[in-house]
């Protein structure tokens, strides 16, 4: 997978410090914690072992590589002559939830996400995490979704509309009333996914893996999603 942020596309600090109402993006960077983490050292031994570890992150793609989730994340102040500082504490699934659309969340654990009614149209979430996430009345049109895991996600009344689902698992989703209307579903796992009154104009199922689901269940033609 390759590495390098679309110009186009905002970071995962981007989008913190949107959610900070910070706009400087330089001198600051991302610690991955939780609360443990924040009862036992505190925010400041936190952000400075961290600096000097290197674990100072700008992509969710690198705090997944540190093995850290995007629930609770520091928003530390770098200085070119002394400790980082921490600014924010910062809730990362609100942050995704309110800022995420367009944005590089490439590899995001996001695993039981409270995403509901999130906006994440246009985002990429190439091989992100999404096991167990309510994402319900979520706007994922256009999303790039190739290689994501949402089994046990609940997806119900969102929009997957003109998504790439590549290679996605939403085993067992609850994707009652979603709008799946030119969606790409190439060799995309659905195992046991409930398509109740799903909008599925347009939608090759030809090379998806059905076992257990009720495809008639869907309304392919006349359904209209709210």
């Known amino acids: 997978m390759d590495d390098k942020v679309p110009q186009s596309r905002r970071t995962l600090l981007d989008i913190a ?36 570890t290197g674990a ?34 910062v809730n990362g699934w609100s942050t995704v939830r309110a800022y995420g659309a367009g944005s590089d969340l490439r590899g995001a654990d996001l695993r039981g996400a409270d995403l509901s009614g999130a906006r994440l149209v246009g985002a990429d979430l190439t091989d992100a995490d999404l096991r167990g996430a309510d994402l319900t ?19 119900f009344s969102a929009t997957l509309r003109g998504a790439d689902l ?42 998806a893996f059905l076992d257990g689901v009720q495809v008639d269940r869907a309304d392919a033609l006349h359904a209209k999603v709210s």
């Open 17 to 52: 410090l949107l959610a900070c109402g910070e706009t400087d993006s330089g001198p600051y960077a991302l610690v991955a914690t939780d609360a443990i983490a924040l009862g036992l050292h505190g925010t400041v031994e936190i952000a400075r072992k961290a600096q000097a």
């Open 56 to 89: 100072l992150h700008r992509t969710s793609l690198e705090v997944a590589g540190a093995q850290g989730d995007l629930r609770t994340f520091l928003l530390v102040r770098l200085s070119g002559h002394g400790p980082a500082e921490p600014a924010w504490m």
């Open 137 to 155: 009345k979520a706007d994922l049109g256009g999303a790039l979704l190739n290689g994501a895991d949402l089994s046990g996600s609940v997806l």
């Open 166 to 207: 590549t290679e996605s698992n939403l085993c067992r989703a609850d994707m009652r009333h979603v709008d799946l209307r030119h969606a790409t579903l190439v060799r995309t796992a659905m195992r046991g996914a409930d398509l109740w009154g799903a909008y599925t104009w347009n939608v090759d199922f030809g090379s």
